[in-house]
């Protein structure tokens, strides 16, 4: 995929295991949050979101943690497998009128065999 | 649904040449975006419509980009003339509107492009 290489953080975990991405974002007047996985040759997917008056979203395997204090938002996927190899992008909704998202630079995560 | 639509996949073209990036979204949406992705940037926003009005194109890079949306299912990212730094993918992405907000950011799969 375009993002992955030298640039991005990577996090390799065992498969079976749980695995915990995580995310710093900017805007304080952000008030939705969306994890999208990316694998190579195709584009973004939704994977989970969350608005800014909750602190937490599950989904199948899969937690959206929100910290507003901290501007912190965290993936947790559970019980890793093979095919949650790919690069995973935290976006926020800039809130205040922005339509756009604006996307962090991205984590590699790799499943180990 | 089949999703947001772009063609064509992939696009090599020389430097100098005119470029048309083609995007159908999910119908029912009522935003429409544009991004490019590079390795060294990421994901970039370039210009969003809303009800097929733009709305927001501060983050087209020059006058040589430009893009319409003739009607709610279909849109076009125009660049003319090409350069070899306009190689990237370029993404579409649509998303609908309720009266909790918006929803359901939806991308294609996207136009890597090359230029030569």
């Known amino acids: 995929g375009e993002n992955v290489g030298l640039h991005l953080p990577t996090l390799s975990v065992q498969e079976g295991d749980n695995s915990i991405i995580n995310c710093a974002y900017s805007?304080?007047?952000?008030?939705?949050f969306i994890w999208y996985k990316q694998e190579s040759g195709k584009g973004p997917q939704f994977i989970i979101d969350i608005r800014s008056n909750m602190d937490k979203r599950q989904g199948q395997r899969v937690t959206v943690l929100l910290n507003k204090t901290v501007k912190h938002l965290s993936l947790q996927i559970a019980a890793t497998q093979p095919g949650d190899s790919a690069v995973y992008f935290c976006?926020?909704?800039?809130?205040?009128?922005?339509?756009?998202?604006?996307f962090g630079k991205g984590t590699h995560l790799i499943i180990q065999p | 649904d089949a999703g947001v639509i772009q063609s064509p996949r992939h696009e090599v073209t020389e430097m100098g040449q005119e470029v048309t990036l083609r995007c159908k979204p999910i119908?029912?949406?009522?935003?429409l975006f544009w991004y490019r992705q590079t390795m060294m940037r990421g994901l970039e926003l370039l210009i969003y419509f809303n009800n097929n009005v733009p709305i927001d194109d501060s983050g087209m890079p020059e006058d040589r980009f430009s893009a319409k949306m003739p009607n709610a299912s279909f849109s076009t990212l125009k660049i003319q003339p090409s350069e070899p730094r306009d190689s990237a993918v370029y993404f579409c992405a649509s998303s609908f509107t309720t009266t909790s907000g918006r929803y359901g950011y939806t991308f294609g799969s996207g136009t890597r492009l090359t230029v030569v």
């Open positions: 805007n304080s007047a952000s008030d939705y």
């Open positions: 119908s029912g949406h009522d935003y």
């Open positions: 976006a926020e909704n800039g809130g205040g009128g922005a339509d756009g998202l604006t």
